[in-house]
């Protein structure tokens, strides 16, 4: 076993990553925790206008698969690694900061309904999933940035260059199935009563940070590699 685990990590060095999110959760959980200091309530008039939709914790639950399974597949391309680091790069960058953020500037939303307009098996999974997941640490939602940052470390990986494979508008599909998907689960966190739209706003734009810091080498390198091999 201790030999088939050396193998393994001497294979995927990467893999040391993987130590981040232990990191991760005890800070989250953490401030999960603290209940006696004041929380800024995060609304706005906008969000008084989007209804509750109990279908939308279908792509919610969806995320955590859609993150797992994109992580999986760039950390198991290890010819091309640099697509799994610049990933992993923009979710901890992006994960880091809200963590900041909620450190510094304890936030909460006020949003959930006080009632279920409906009674069925999916309101049942909301309220377990209400029960489970307090209403602070929202601003910014790292389930927005979190998909943001999957979709892009998909879409940009090198297996999904349509100009790599023979088949193009199979990639294709796949990457606008993958935005398809990033656009519901964003969505989701508004119509479940998760997420303020200030929260989303806030995602986006720490993402269009950090996004361009990441992968601002990745188009040029790509585009010389394309011309390299043309001549």
Avoid at 22 to 40: G, Q, S, T
Avoid at 128 to 155: E, K, R
Wanted: glycine share 4%.
């Amino acid at each position: 076993m201790q030999t088939k685990i050396k193998q393994f990590l001497s294979k995927y060095k990467h893999s040391i990553l993987i130590l981040y999110f232990p990191f991760y959760m005890v800070w989250f959980l953490l401030l999960e925790k603290r209940a006696d200091i004041p929380h800024y309530i995060i609304h706005c008039p906008l969000d008084d206008m989007i209804p509750f939709q109990e279908i939308f914790i279908i792509p919610y639950l969806l995320w955590f698969f859609y993150v797992a399974a994109v992580l999986v597949y760039l950390f198991f391309q290890t010819d091309y690694l640099k697509d799994f680091y610049r990933c992993a790069a923009v979710l901890m960058l992006g994960m880091t900061t809200c963590l900041i953020i909620y450190t510094l500037f304890p936030n909460a939303q006020d949003l959930r309904p006080q009632a279920f307009p409906r009674d069925n098996a999916l309101t049942h999974i909301i309220a377990a999933l209400y029960q489970g997941d307090t209403s602070t640490n929202v601003c910014p939602s790292i389930h927005v940035y979190n998909s943001l940052a999957i979709h892009a470390g998909l879409s940009k990986s090198h297996y999904f260059l349509p100009e790599e494979k023979g088949n193009s508008a199979n990639y294709r599909g796949w990457k606008l199935a993958s935005l398809i998907l990033c656009i519901l689960i964003c969505l989701s966190t508004l119509f479940l009563k998760q997420h303020s739209v200030i929260d989303m706003a806030c995602s986006i734009i720490l993402f269009g940070i950090y996004y361009p810091l990441v992968y601002k080498g990745a188009h040029s390198s790509s585009s010389q590699s394309r011309s390299s091999r043309s001549k």
